[in-house]
């Protein structure tokens, strides 16, 4: 089992349960998914299509997906059924495994990190981050990369609020910015 997940079940659940006074474990939220999700914005060369793809298996574990283009923007220049992102779902143990690394590994590796914004967790109680450069994950060399790309990832959780979900992504290590007075 994850750490994280130990973390989560030992320490994270009793303390929302407290603060939220809720009755049974199955109430307290909890993280569904994880998706990974990187666009191709204007390049169209199928070379930065295999980096993209070899990043993101690199970084999950996991195989990507392309996401093609549902109906033509001409202001793009994107054409139906065009590949326009990549995309990778995670969930149980590599989900875990993806969270820790993301909390103890990523995070700190990022230039100038000053902490998350309050506001990368939504109304509903996800997250979300965009990172404008893969080198931030241990998998990726910095020396074997030709060209940098950003990396978003978005965390679903059965929170129905924002405060239920910075909670619980606080009670998993998430360092966010503190409050300014």
Known sequence: MSI????????????????FGLKNNLEVPKVIKVTLNSGLSAKRDPKFIDIITDTLTKVSGQKPVTTKARKSESGFKIRE????GTMVTLRGGRMWSFLDKLVNVAFPRVRDFRGIPE????ADGNFNYGFKEQLAFPEVDPDAIETSHGLQVSVTTTATSHAEGLAL?????????KAEK
Not at 4 to 19: F, G, I, M, Q, T
Not at 119 to 122: F, G, H, K, M, Q
Request: proline share 6%; aromatic share 12%; charged share 25%.
């Open 4 to 19: 994280l997940k130990e973390k989560y079940n030992s320490n994270v659940v009793p303390a929302l349960k407290k603060e």
């Open 81 to 84: 059924g065009m590949i326009v």
């Open 119 to 122: 506001s990368a967790v939504d």
């Open 169 to 177: 992504f606080t009670g998993l290590g998430f360092p966010f910015k």
